[in-house]
Each structure stands twice: as C-alpha cells, then as structure tokens.
C-alpha cells in the first residue's frame, strides 16, 4: 500500500542516512560549535565532541532556523499528502519551536509538528515505528495517536560522569547536580515524557549496568521488551550491558544504537551510556 504520509525529522535522532534515504525521510540538521568552530550533526564524527570534551574545549549547539524546516517540508509534500515532523524534546532544544515557526509560515495544515517528548534512541525507535505504521496505509491522524500511545510506553535511563555539563546547559538544576555527584558516585537519571529526574545513585559502573538489566526485568512482566543502548564514550561498557541483557530471555528485542548524535553527546557529556526502554 503507497504511503501517503511524508516524515521529517532532526538530526538528533541519529538516523542512518541510507535508512532516511530508503525510507524517503527529510533529516534537518542541527549544528555543533567547537571553539567558535561550525560542524553540521550527522556529518561530524563523533569522536570529534569526545576529544573536545575531554580537552575542555568550548562546545555548543545551535538548532535549525525555520527556513530549513520549510524546506524539508517542501520536498516531502512533492510526494506525499501529508507530512509529519519529530522533534526532539522542546524541553530539551528550541528545534520544536523553530519547526512550529517554519509551519506557521507556509501556512499548510497538512502539516504536523509533533514533540517526541524525548531523544537519541528513544526518538530513533519513534521514527521507525511511525515509518512502519505509515507504510501500512494510515493517514496522519491515525499515526499521530498512535506516536502519543507509543510515547507513553517508553523512557530514556542513562548516567554520565558529572552532570555539570546538564546543568551548565540548563537540563538539570544544580541541587540535583550536587547531590549526584557526590561521594564519587554514579547518578542513575530518567528522561520521560519531557522530564528529566535524577532517579537512582549507585556506586561504581557494575552497579550502573545492574540497575539498567533490573529495570528490563520489571518491564518483563507486561510483555515483550524493547531496548536500545546508546553512549557517548562507553562502548565496552554498552557491549557488556547488551549481553547482560540478553541473557534475561526471549521476550526482549535488545541491540546497541551506537554513539550518541555529536549535539546530545556535547550536552550529556563524557561517561555518558544509556537505554531506551519499552514495553512494545
């Protein structure tokens, strides 16, 4: 069945290029700024924010002017009647609103500017989702209730070496930040539905990968789990937690997304690693 609905995302999502080009998706860009220097998100490596973390280099992020929505929505509504644009999180990034402002402007409510209330692989498992339900055939209406039912289901549970840089950023308040750090511990947070909390405090990177597994375990219990595993620095650390957890059964579809977008590593920062998780 031809789909008749386009999709438009941002970068943060991380989205494959060769997936976006099959899948005929529309991915704007974000931007990040190391020491007064412009790199576009999703044609930087990552490594790059690394290295720049890890030598206190200055590094920013700026999101997309409106202009570059109009234009992803422009070439998606040349084939489709319809076209949906994720966002990450607007309490995360002005790119929600700068998708709304390049709406407003064209002035075309076949267009829909949806808040995915959430980001890095949490956003992914959205867009491939929604792509999946709109190549069956539903219109935009359909998809967006079905996107809000999805969003219910899910949340993003990460740490990270300091939180400094999410307070620095404006992500996390500064009590929080003290007493996470704290001790030398390490800070368990939660991102759902928007909202980012400071959940849990565990003492050493063991206890970071047993936290995450018991959390799937307790989602076991309503049915198939979904797991993606993101990070920004800890990839032997994201292997071991992928085989933890699969060693849990069956019943849960678990893989590694990869390295978080160059914009969320620069305002997660160095330690970062992470899952989304999902009853499906």
Same mark, same amino acid.
């Given at each position: 069945?031809?789909?008749?609905?386009?999709?438009?995302?941002?970068?943060?999502?991380?989205?494959?290029?060769?997936? @976006? $080009? /099959?899948?005929?998706?529309?991915?704007?860009? *974000? =931007?990040?700024?190391?020491?007064?220097?412009?790199?576009? !998100?999703? #044609?930087?490596?990552?490594?790059?924010?690394?290295?720049?973390?890890?030598?206190?280099?200055?590094?920013?992020?700026?999101?997309?002017?409106?202009?570059?929505?109009?234009?992803?929505?422009?070439?998606?509504?040349?084939?489709?009647?319809?076209?949906?644009?994720?966002?990450?999180?607007?309490?995360?990034?002005?790119?929600?609103?700068?998708?709304?402002?390049?709406?407003?402007?064209?002035?075309?409510?076949?267009?829909?500017?949806?808040?995915?209330?959430?980001?890095?692989?949490?956003?992914?498992?959205?867009?491939?989702?929604?792509?999946?339900?709109?190549?069956?055939?539903?219109? @935009? $209406? /359909?998809?967006?209730?079905?996107?809000?039912? *999805? =969003?219910?289901?899910?949340?993003?549970?990460?740490?990270? !070496?300091? #939180?400094?840089?999410?307070?620095?950023?404006?992500?996390?308040?500064?009590?929080?930040?003290?007493?996470?750090?704290?001790?030398?511990?390490?800070?368990?947070?939660?991102?759902?539905?928007?909202?980012?909390?400071?959940?849990?405090?565990?003492?050493?990177?063991?206890?970071?990968?047993?936290?995450?597994?018991?959390?799937?375990?307790?989602?076991?219990?309503?049915?198939?789990?979904?797991?993606?595993?993101?990070?920004?620095?800890?990839?032997?650390?994201?292997?071991?937690?992928?085989?933890?957890?699969?060693?849990?059964?069956?019943?849960?579809?678990?893989?590694?997304?990869?390295?978080?977008?160059?914009?969320?590593?620069?305002?997660?920062? *160095?330690?970062?690693?992470?899952?989304?998780?999902?009853?499906?």
């Amino acid at each position: 069945m031809k789909r008749t609905v386009g999709l438009v995302v941002d970068s943060t999502f991380g989205m494959n290029s060769k997936y @976006a $080009k /099959e899948n005929n998706i529309s991915v704007v860009p *974000l =931007k990040v700024i190391i020491d007064g220097r412009e790199f576009i !998100d999703g #044609l930087i490596d990552s490594n790059l924010v690394v290295d720049a973390l890890k030598n206190n280099k200055s590094v920013k992020t700026s999101q997309p002017s409106p202009e570059h929505f109009m234009q992803a929505y422009e070439k998606q509504l040349i084939n489709y009647e319809e076209v949906i644009c994720l966002t990450i999180s607007k309490t995360l990034s002005g790119t929600n609103n700068s998708a709304n402002l390049g709406k407003t402007i064209m002035e075309n409510n076949n267009i829909h500017v949806i808040d995915s209330e959430t980001n890095i692989n949490g956003a992914m498992y959205l867009a491939e989702k929604v792509i999946e339900f709109l190549d069956e055939g539903h219109n @935009a $209406k /359909e998809a967006i209730d079905y996107l809000e039912d *999805l =969003k219910n289901k899910g949340s993003l549970i990460f740490t990270v !070496d300091n #939180l400094q840089t999410l307070v620095a950023n404006g992500r996390l308040n500064r009590v929080q930040a003290v007493i996470g750090n704290m001790l030398k511990i390490k800070p368990i947070l939660r991102f759902r539905k928007g909202v980012l909390d400071l959940e849990h405090k565990v003492r050493s990177p063991k206890n970071v990968i047993l936290y995450l597994v018991n959390e799937v375990k307790k989602l076991m219990e309503h049915g198939k789990v979904i797991v993606r595993i993101a990070y920004v620095d800890r990839s032997v650390q994201a292997k071991e937690l992928e085989h933890e957890i699969y060693q849990l059964g069956e019943n849960i579809d678990v893989k590694i997304t990869g390295v978080i977008s160059p914009v969320i590593s620069a305002h997660v920062g *160095l330690g970062g690693l992470g899952i989304y998780l999902a009853n499906e």
